[in-house]
T-cell receptor
């Protein structure tokens, strides 16, 4: 069973603080991991992808991957009200079965001014 | 740059009616996907096309058919719409199946 688990939230963070979003996945052989942001009524928008263990930074965003523990996280530094959205974790599973990304149900993030 | 374009944006169907959702991408991507998004269920893969000329079932294919018309276009057909198919449908594309996917703006479909 391909599963991607996220805490649905809402996660409330003060403006300027660090928001930490977490995701776990069930297939140890997974190779590709993605974070998407989705505003209400809009389509998912790619924020970052990560393929290797460790951290990957892009501006205020840092993705962290730990394949041994099967989790991937997204840190948002200096959180802004415009970061308020639902964040979707996606995993490309290895092995047989349908290809394409498997998505978590998303974490609703609220940045409080 | 248009990216991934879906038509229509909104549609209301009566139970039993058929329709085709259209999707086109201008990024020269090889792989294309159809997802549906329902409250509390997240995004679920309906069908995908890893490359031109191939299509495969995803997680929830029942009640749908697809056509990869050419490298740019991937359509989703509902032959006999049911209220359970009320959802938001997203088309996406990627260079390959293991690379990042880019989404269209979505089609909000209501079946009454």
């Amino acid at each position: 069973q391909k599963e991607v688990e996220q805490n649905s939230g809402p996660l409330s963070v003060p403006e300027g603080a660090i928001a930490s979003l977490n995701c776990t996945y069930s297939d140890r052989g997974s190779q590709s991991f993605f974070w998407y942001r989705q505003y209400s009524g809009k389509s998912p928008e790619l924020i970052m992808f990560i393929y290797s263990n460790g951290d990957k930074e892009d501006g205020r965003f840092t993705a962290q991957l730990n394949k041994a523990s099967q989790y991937v996280s997204l840190l948002i530094r200096d959180s802004q009200p415009s970061d308020s959205a639902t964040y979707l974790c996606a995993v490309r599973y290895s092995g047989g079965g349908a290809d394409g990304l498997t998505f978590g149900k998303g974490t609703h993030l609220i940045i409080q001014p | 740059n248009a990216g991934v374009t879906q038509t229509p944006k909104f549609q209301v169907l009566k139970t039993g009616q058929s329709m085709t959702l259209q999707c086109a991408q201008d990024m020269n991507h090889n792989s294309m996907y159809w997802y549906r998004q329902d409250p509390g269920m997240g995004l679920r893969l309906i069908y995908y096309s890893a490359s031109e000329g191939t299509t495969d079932k995803g997680e929830v294919p029942n009640g749908y058919n697809v056509s990869r018309l050419n490298k740019r276009e991937f359509s989703l057909r509902l032959e006999s719409a049911a209220p359970s198919q009320t959802s938001v449908y997203f088309c996406a594309s990627s260079v390959k199946t293991n690379t990042e996917a880019f989404f269209g703006q979505g089609t909000r479909l209501t079946v009454v």
